[in-house]
């Protein structure tokens, strides 16, 4: 079956620090991949998507690299803020499954302080 | 255009009771998805409909809870005789299409507590 692994938080940073959460994955086909983000009470909002092998995708400073020889799609910024502070979701989406149900990692919560 | 609203936000029950969490999809959205999140956990699917059908429930667990997508109205995920292991929060995604890479947009989530 399909999986998403990622790296445990709590992650604290100080402002304008480099940031990496790691995200590896297992799948039966040949996913798209997504990071999320949830503020505290809210819902989930998606922040950077990449369908094949060695797209990119970056939203906000933020950017992710879908490695296929790896199965990974590490999430980085090269300066975070305060307002970044929340809890990130790595997830995919089978193509061999019907719709776009989403397979997540666990979360890892990013705290940056100013 | 409003995003996909669920309600109540908040929701208490006592063990035993029934608790009905409705989500409104996205205007033109005919995909909704539900998701569970348990405290410290990533989301776990339960159930894809599409309207007046369930397309995959493998998520459900197969007893107490069920989900409708009517004709008109809200998406209702619905679970009888709750127990304090259903305190979560429990998000509705909608999406226009079916397709894989298809962006699905989240509600806020209902936070259920079961007292």
């Known amino acids: 079956g399909n999986s998403v692994t990622q790296m445990e938080g709590p992650v604290t940073l100080s402002e304008e620090a480099f940031l990496t959460i790691n995200c590896t994955y297992t799948a039966t086909g040949y996913p798209s991949l997504f990071w999320y983000v949830q503020y505290p009470g809210e819902g989930l909002q998606l922040l950077l998507k990449?369908?094949?092998?060695?797209d990119k995708g970056s939203n906000k400073g933020f950017e992710a690299t879908y490695r296929k020889e790896t199965t990974s799609f590490h999430l980085e910024k090269g300066s975070v803020q305060v307002s970044d502070s929340a809890v990130y979701f790595c997830?995919?989406?089978?193509?061999?499954?019907?719709?776009?149900?989403?397979?997540f990692g666990g979360g890892t919560r990013l705290m940056v302080k100013p | 255009n409003a995003g996909v609203m669920q309600n109540p936000r908040h929701l208490v029950r006592r063990r035993g009771q029934e608790a009905r969490l409705r989500c409104s999809p996205m205007?033109?959205?005919?995909?909704v998805y539900w998701y569970r999140q348990l405290p410290e956990e990533g989301l776990k699917f339960m159930v894809y409909l599409q309207k007046e059908n369930i397309i995959d429930e493998s998520g459900m667990p197969k007893e107490r809870f069920s989900a409708e997508f009517p004709k008109e109205g809200p998406s209702i995920l619905r679970i009888q005789q709750v127990v304090r292991g259903d305190s979560a929060a429990y998000f509705c995604?909608?999406?226009?299409?079916?397709?894989?890479?298809?962006?699905?947009?989240f509600g806020q989530g209902t936070r259920l507590t079961v007292v």
């Open positions: 995604a909608s999406s226009p299409r079916g397709h894989e890479n298809t962006e699905a947009f």
């Open positions: 990449a369908t094949k092998a060695d």
């Open positions: 205007k033109g959205h005919s995909h």
């Open positions: 997830a995919l989406s089978d193509r061999n499954n019907a719709g776009n149900m989403l397979t």
